[in-house]
């Protein structure tokens, strides 16, 4: 930085400080340019948070943007088609689900248009006017400020008696002068571009209604159908159902292999516990009339 420069930078500097802390007046702005300058910062603002909550409404999650499941009529979707393929055709259910699932994937792809007519038509317009127009502006009031704090800095030295000679006053005052025009304009400029901007929210309705209109018509025509599938259901007589049994499936059963090894059928375990029992009895009384027959 040349000498020149360095030596305004601290000039600047020191106003600054004397202004904050010495109490030293600077000049001051009337209230025309104050507003301006309070509606320009509410406007950097705005872009900057209309910007963020635009990109969150149109994509909660963009890093799943390049999938379909990426917008939850898509999730909806793919379960929907999914487990309606698996029941299969014979189905009346199952063809539901296929037909609400690919309705829902229109409505999907209904959100991705929107999602690109929203990008292209009203934030890019919003970056632009960020990095373009309130970049200038700023610019301006920035190098205004500093211009300001170097006017008064060389006319307070100037009234102490320092060498600071007229012409660099009116140098100083020149440069005030033109930052105060070009920030002036500037603000102005932007503060009354209402038509761009409110043309831009028009847009920004615009695709909203058009993507809840195509979606109220995919809608309608889904109930049409449901609606259909359901008196389908309703009409299908119902075939007489008979729990098959263990014979009909040609399953071995404990029993048949019994009858097959000429044995009884069947036979419980409390019905040959009785047996048991009455083996042991029938011995029992065997016994005793041959130890009688032996006394006699």
């Not at 030293?24 to 009337?30: F, H, S």
């Not at 909550?53 to 979707?77: C, D, F, H, S, W």
């Not at 309705?205 to 018509?217: I, K, P, S, Y």
């Not at 516990?273 to 009339?289: G, I």
Request: charge should be negative.
């Amino acid at each position: 930085m040349a000498f020149a420069g360095l030596k305004k930078q601290i000039n600047k500097a020191n106003q600054y400080v004397t202004e904050k802390m010495g109490g030293a007046e600077g000049t001051k702005l009337d209230l025309d340019f104050m507003e301006m300058e309070r509606k320009t910062d509410v406007t950097v603002e705005l872009v900057e948070e209309l910007q963020a909550k635009t990109k969150e409404y149109l994509q909660p999650n963009p890093t799943a943007r390049a999938k379909m499941a990426a917008v939850k009529e898509g999730i909806l979707a793919d379960c929907m088609l999914t487990y309606g393929k698996k029941l299969g055709e014979d189905s009346i259910f199952a063809n539901a689900l296929v037909e609400m699932g690919d309705s829902l994937k229109q409505m999907a792809d209904v959100k991705y248009s929107l999602d690109d007519n929203i990008k292209q038509n009203f934030l890019e317009p919003l970056h632009q006017l960020q990095t373009k127009d309130l970049k200038e502006v700023m610019h301006h009031r920035k190098k205004l400020q500093g211009r300001r704090l170097d006017f008064d800095c060389k006319k307070r030295r100037q009234a102490k008696g320092s060498q600071i000679t007229d012409e660099e006053v009116r140098g100083a005052e020149e440069k005030f002068a033109e930052s105060l025009q070009l920030a002036q304009v500037g603000m102005y400029n932007l503060l009354e571009n209402d038509v761009e901007q409110v043309s831009q929210l028009v847009t920004f309705a615009e695709g909203l209604l058009d993507f809840h209109q195509q979606c109220a018509d995919i809608l309608r025509v889904l109930v049409e159908v449901l609606n259909e599938k359901r008196e389908e259901a309703a009409a299908r007589p119902k075939s007489e159902f008979v729990p098959k049994t263990l014979a009909d499936l040609n399953i071995e059963t404990l029993g048949s292999q019994d009858g097959m090894n000429g044995g009884t059928p069947f036979l419980s375990s409390r019905g040959r516990l009785k047996n048991s029992h009455h083996h042991m009895y029938s011995s029992q009384q065997n016994l005793s009339t041959h130890n009688n027959n032996n006394n006699n």
